[in-house]
């Protein structure tokens, strides 16, 4: 676009000028510790003495240590757990409660626990699932089976039920995301469909479901995010263990920095997983927006 | 416009450029600074449970030197830990903070970042305010760093009631009335040992190998033995046996050991004497609710009692502007005056022998400790090297929930010491 007038002409020169304190800020916030944890990927760090000179041996170690790749694992687990439960589930109670009269009255104990931090959700949880805890004493009660079960004291199962845990947390608010999507899908379309005939499931496969495909994008895409960077609620339940047994990346990158001070190993593992979350947000959006286009 | 993206791009690298620029001139140790005396100092801790006891202690301070103490109590260990390395990297030095024997004071002492305190230590032994015997772990290249912050034996914690229900009379002496007075509570239907999971995990372990070798207990410690080792096998499959019959409480479970000691829901927690304080705070009475006994050897054969002990050091940055105010706190802090207010602040015991403990049975138990009827074996988590160390806890917690063949694990340890060692040479 042409601008007409010096006046515009002087604004748009000046215009970087008024961005240089935010960007300042980015850049001191951002874009440094980025460029300091990639730098100190590369180093034999303590925290104390200076960096020193060690190539990929940090990436080498990293690949090739056991609990370093069940920690991949494990990761990879929450992110196929994040992406069914927690977006199936808010799915679920989403369109089972759209257009209900007490709908957002049925929606408001999901959403009730996303108020609470992760650190709580995994207070509450590590209450609930230790062994005699009150789903064993609940199960005991009922005389059901597994009232005496380790629900967190052995692999993957334990990742499984943190998953639960988190699920019980997520839910409401995916359903949330989806009932605003559902708001947005035109009224003619639906109504057209329903004196064509169709009603609840097929009415939802192929009315509903294609046109929630922009909230679905975001709410998977947020899934996958925030399941790769995994932490608190695994370090309040299980702190990666028994063992080894529940630890994600994150908390590897955690163990690795603080509590056995190699900075090197833990900004390795950083860079990593930053560079696996960015990859999986692009390729997934790239593949979404594209597919959408095409539909288009 | 495609003038100005180029500008905006130009400004942003030139601004990253510099800050990183100033980011690597800023980092580095700082020069030592001119003296400058204070009227109070700020106490670094990761202990922020013991804030009531530090303040009074700084209140005692106070009075007598007329120099205060301000602690700053972090509750999280690695956190704390973090903070203080870094600190060394930045222009503000910690004037005192606790921190940990071992490895973790020699890497602080080989990159000259903590002050020496040879002429205190001298001092402090002459005047018998500190045990001859606490020198080695504050003794790196002969010469002395900080001062003890704390001392610890660890024993046998009991709950009385749940004694008596049990019918049990006597304090066990041997390592077979330990295991008959545990059979006797397990009777009562109460788990008579506490274990966890997680990061206490290798007190039984300790315990075991303390009690049973204490020589092999050194030579692992010093990288001189191998995990893999038919004494550490054999120990192991102790723990085994123990677990299996029933012995412990559920590792897994949440409830601290201190709340789990006063319910009842186990009879017996083996802690160092810091765990009195814990349970004075749950409103228990020392003698009355609660009492400990020294917990005999595995080995009957062996000369001397293994006294598991621990000590935690009290330090000061080298570079700190405040020296000489360090200097005359923590020459007040060893006398058996500090010593005695800090004491009896916690329910407590002292590395000063000279202390008025007011606790009769944590007094009893410091004169019988330094009689000649024990062996001190230092604490196994300042003893063995963090990676090593970090390693076996994962073994452990892992151990303790399924206790299975102990090779395995074993091996896993000593692929960690031998890469620890290798790089020591």
New interface residues.
Partial sequence: MRRVGGSSRTG??A??LF??PA??VV??LL??PF??TTYVSFTQY?????PVWAGLANYQAMFSDP?LIGALLNTLLWVVGMVTLPVVLGLLVAVLTYGHRWGSWLRLPFLLPYAISGVAVGVIW??VL????ALGQALGFLGLPGAHT?W???GPGNTLMMIVAVTWQAAGVNALLFVVGLQSIPNEPLEAARLDGADGFRLFRHQLWPQLRPITTVVVGLSIVGSLKTFDVVWVMT?G?????SETLALSM??E??????YGQGAAIALFLSLVTFAASILYLRYQLGDAREQA | MRR?SH??AL??AT??GA??LT?CGG??GAKPAADKPVDSLKFYNDKGGWKDAFTQVGAASKKDIAVGMEPVGYSDS??Y??FI??S?RTKEKADLFSWHTGKELE??V??K?VAETTEQWTKAVADGNVPEQLKQYFTFDGKQYCVPLNAGYWVMYYNKSVFKKAGITENPKTWQDLIAVADKVKAAGVKPFYQT??LFSFVWFETLLAGKDPDLYDALAAGKAKWTDPGVVEVMNDWKKLIDAGYFS?????TEPQAQLKNGDVAMVNFGTWFSGSLNTLKLKAGTDYDFFVIPNVNPALPKTSMIFETGPLCSAAASEHSSTVKKWTDWWVTPQAQTAWANSRGDLSFNPKAEVKDTGLAALNKDVSGDGYRLINRWFEATP??VA?KAL??F??F???PGDPMPGLKKIQAEADAYWAKQK
Avoid: C, H
């Fill in positions: 748009a020169r215009a970087p961005g240089l960007a300042g850049a001191l874009y440094l460029l300091w303590d925290g104390l003495a200076s609990d590590g209450f230790q062994p005699d805890g380790g967190l004291q052995s702190q263990g028994p063992g080894t047994s955690y163990k920095t603080f509590v056995l001070n190699d | 100005i500008w905006k400004t942003a601004m990253t800050l990183v980011a980092a580095g690695n956190t830990t973090a390395r870094s060394f890497d602080l080989d990159q970042l999971s997680i559920d590792p897994g479970a949440k963090v990676p970090n994962e073994v917690g892992a303790v929930t399924k």
